[in-house]
Nanobody, 123 residues
Framework: QVQLVESGGGLVQAGGSLRLSCAASGRTFSGYAMGWFRQAPGKEREFVAYISRTGGSITYVNSVKGRFTISRDNAKNTVYLQMNSLKPEDTAVYYC????????????????WGQGTQVTVSS
């Protein structure tokens, strides 16, 4: 019903910035809450940020507050993750996910997932 494709990952030095995009295709993008998750080598998948259907509710994991910004453009069927002041510990594969209805930080609740995009931050 929904296909998600992430882009914008790559290599960046500590203190630098990247902007990830997640393009959605399918039905009624505005009906889905959107989230970003990441998985570093040897670690469990971690919640990063979510945004509600209309953008009225946004939540971040504490480690990225003040550095990352999630946003969405329902007219373009796209969600973004602006990442500033990047740290080596931000290195991970970043995944975009979509959930029917209300947003949440609980990964198993999400209905659709992208394939991921690699973000590597060097020191």
């Amino acid at each position: 019903q929904v296909q998600l494709v992430e882009s914008g990952g790559g290599l960046v030095q500590a203190g630098g910035s990247l902007r990830l995009s997640c393009a959605a295709s399918g039905r009624t993008f505005s009906g889905y809450a959107m989230g970003w998750f990441r998985q570093a080598p040897g670690k469990e998948r971690e919640f990063v940020a979510y945004i509600s259907r209309t953008g009225g509710s946004i939540t971040y994991v504490n480690s990225v507050k003040g550095r990352f910004t999630i946003s969405r453009d329902n007219a373009k069927n796209t969600v973004y993750l602006q990442m500033n002041s990047l740290k080596p510990e931000d290195t991970a594969v970043y995944y975009c996910a979509a959930k029917i209805g209300a947003s949440t930080d609980w990964a198993p609740s999400y209905d659709y997932w992208g394939q991921g995009t690699q973000v590597t931050v060097s020191s």
